[in-house]
């Protein structure tokens, strides 16, 4: 497996609001596989695979969770603000602040010598956490304009056998995996269009696929079906509910919101092939895309499949390579299916 | 810098100093006229022998706080013990590295979207948490894990302008500061000691002071700065980029009142900013030196934001003044009726 490409992915910051490079990146990688992008402004990037009249959406986010800069001091200490991160795991943490220049910041906290136990028993709420430059306030003010994106500052990395860890892998392992997916069947006679999108600021708004599922709307098109692609939480030694082994295979979301009888084709086909994969039973919520793709228009029966990731939302993400794979092999199989389009 | 850069990148835990020591050796062995490593690792190497005295003792020490495997679970997951004051809040979401191998791992989290609100305002306990090397089973760790071994933060120093980030400033700006004085010609005998388990009760400093048995003693640190935002109405000194800070008290040695005034009054003579420690905050190797030895402790250090934690920011005009301060202060020794 082209463990390049990931790791390409993930050293291109993608905070939600800001993908431009990770669009930029996809434009190019698609042109030099001799397809060509649509970009859709601030709702992302689509590309098309196949012909014909029958039309399905593949879909994935390109955007990445990140920290912004909400207030600087007289001092310089930029504080913060974190959708969707728990400010738990906040101290310590460095991070790229992306402002008119790329500095190098930390977030700070008061070392134990100068703290009582009592005062370490606490969490340091988020209005107190700050990110330090190291740079004197006017020139930090000069510098880091109100609003700026920070993001956290590590390499992608391989851990033992299959497993990666990096920065965003929510969701550019599922980025990763549209790619590989759209390699697989460019060669190969679909039963229909595939449109993909790489759409923008999932994370928090979900705006991007509100976008995409407009956009066949207001052209009268008729989708079949969507697929969204996603992670999920992995199991590990303490979640193990609402959590999916790593390396057993991507999930299958089931449930109202998603369409029963193209689950039950994806089941069979997994099966059929012996690709493992797991059930992952959703209530009205998912979560994902899917919740509003499958809302959009007259309605789009949606698939759900998520990679497995442990540590969601931190900048220690971990996903199993092997479920990739698995996954490319059930969706390259699934989409040529002539069953999948006519369900 | 580059040598900072490689002491500050190169693993050393309390007990596991080795390649911090290795890297000293090659970098300034030939400044010495003599090098040797005790039992417990403590560095010696010495010059000026047959000068006349006072005999002066510098140390730094090379061990920094860090982490150690207490036992590897079923999963392959690693619990492990902190070495050294580490607050628990510092660690969850850490990128960090392990035994002789020098194995990639990070510290876990629990989902912001899984746990609840009570939850929430709980720190997790040391006890909860892991680490996970991408293993699936017990068996897998251990092929490259064992009970014991030494994890330390997986952190890299970087320059920006001035401000140097990295972990293990304290009290690796020490071990560095300390390279770049052995190559000074000082008028007296002098000892040089890369000190081992600082972080563990000052264990190496006080075998250190018991075989040097100096006159003299002046430690190199890199300490705490605390001008950190704050409610509370307290002082804020030691400021990063404000000079050298000078020991008058800490929480195991009254430094030596002389050699106070010599380091104050030197850096006033010779316009070098300097500024006083905290007095009572945290400890180091004159602590353990004085109670083998009666002799003339100093302390002077360089002030780190963030220490004890995985990532420090540091100055490098103090690392440069605190150097030119201790090598002119140092002239003046003579001078101080101890």
């Known amino acids: ?343 | 810098m580059e040598l900072l850069k490689q002491l500050c990148d190169a693993p050393g835990v309390s007990g596991h100093e080795d390649a911090v020591r290795e890297i000293l050796i090659k970098a300034v062995g030939s400044y010495a006229e003599s090098v040797h490593v005790d039992s417990l690792g403590n560095l010696f190497m010495t010059k000026g022998k047959g000068k006349k005295g006072p005999h002066l003792m510098f140390t730094a020490h090379t061990d920094e706080v860090g982490l150690m495997v207490e036992r590897i679970d079923d999963e392959g997951f690693i619990k492990f013990m902190t070495l050294g004051g580490i607050d628990p809040r510092v660690l969850p979401a850490k990128r960090v590295r392990i035994g002789k191998d020098a194995i990639c791992g990070v510290i876990g989290i629990k989902p912001f979207h899984l746990s609840d609100k009570e939850e929430r305002k709980e720190v997790t306990p040391l006890s909860d948490l892991r680490v996970d090397i991408g293993a699936s089973s017990r068996s897998e760790t251990e092929r490259f894990v064992d009970v014991g071994d030494p994890i330390w933060f997986d952190t890299l120093f970087e320059q920006q302008g001035d401000i140097l980030k990295a972990k293990a400033f304290d009290d690796r700006a020490g071990c560095y500061m300390m390279a770049e004085l052995i190559k000074h010609e000082f008028r007296f005998p002098a000892t040089f000691v890369w000190s081992v388990q600082e972080e563990m009760g000052l264990r190496g400093g006080r075998i250190a002071a018991a075989r040097v048995r100096p006159d003299i003693m002046i430690v190199l640190e890199g300490t705490g700065a605390c001008d950190l935002p704050t409610d509370a109405d307290v002082a804020r000194r030691p400021f990063l980029g404000k000079g050298p800070v000078i020991t008058i008290l800490d929480r195991t040695v009254v430094a030596n009142q002389r050699l106070v005034e010599l380091l104050c009054q030197t850096a006033e003579r010779d316009g070098i900013p300097w500024q006083f420690k905290r007095p009572l905050v945290g400890g180091t190797d004159a602590g353990a030196a004085v109670r083998v030895k009666a002799l003339g402790a100093a302390v002077v250090a360089i002030p780190a934001r963030y220490i004890h934690t995985p990532v420090a920011l540091a100055h490098l005009k103090d690392i440069i003044n605190t150097i030119e301060l201790v090598k002119a202060a140092a002239e003046r020794l003579r001078e101080v009726k101890l």
């Open chain 1, 1 to 343: 497996m082209n463990r390049e490409l990931l790791f390409d992915l993930l050293q291109i910051p993608s905070p939600s609001g800001h993908e431009e490079r990770m669009k930029a990146f996809l434009v190019k990688y698609l042109d030099v596989h001799g397809i060509k992008a649509q970009d859709l402004g601030p709702a992302g990037l689509s590309w098309g695979l196949g012909e014909g009249d029958k039309l399905a959406f593949f879909s994935v986010h390109i955007d990445q969770v990140a920290f912004v800069a909400d207030r600087i001091d007289d001092e310089g200490y930029i504080y913060l603000k974190m959708p969707g991160i728990d400010p738990r795991i906040a101290p310590s943490q460095e991070l790229t602040v992306r402002g008119k220049r790329e500095l190098v910041g930390v977030v700070g906290m008061r070392p134990p010598h100068f703290l009582s136990e009592e005062e370490q028993k606490a969490p340091i709420p988020s209005e107190k956490l700050y990110v330090d430059v190291g740079l004197p306030g006017e020139e930090v003010k000069r510098l880091v304009p109100v609003g700026t994106v920070c993001t956290w500052r590590l390499e992608p990395l391989a851990l033992l056998g299959s497993r990666v860890t990096g920065v965003g892998l929510d969701n550019k392992a599922g980025v990763f995996l549209a790619l590989l997916v759209t390699e697989a069947l460019g060669s190969k006679k679909l039963p229909g269009r595939i449109r993909f999108f790489a759409s923008t600021q999932e994370e928090g708004v979900m705006f991007g696929a509100g976008f995409a599922g407009r956009s066949a709307y207001k052209s009268g098109e008729s989708v079949l079906f969507a697929v969204v692609v996603d992670t999920t939480f992995g199991t590990d030694h303490e979640v193990k509910d609402s959590a999916f082994p790593l390396g057993k295979g991507s999930t299958l979301g089931v449930g109202p919101i998603l369409s029963k009888s193209h689950l039950a084709i994806m089941r069979s086909i997994a099966s059929e092939l012996s690709i493992p994969y797991s059930l992952e039973p959703l209530t009205s919520f998912t979560g994902t895309e899917a919740d509003v793709l499958s809302i959009s228009g007259k309605g789009i029966p949606t698939i759900l499949l998520s990679i497995p990731l442990r540590n969601m939302h931190s900048p220690v993400e971990i996903v199993d390579l092997d479920d990739v794979e698995s996954s490319l092999k059930l969706l390259s199989a699934a989409l040529q299916r002539e069953d999948l389009w006519s369900s």
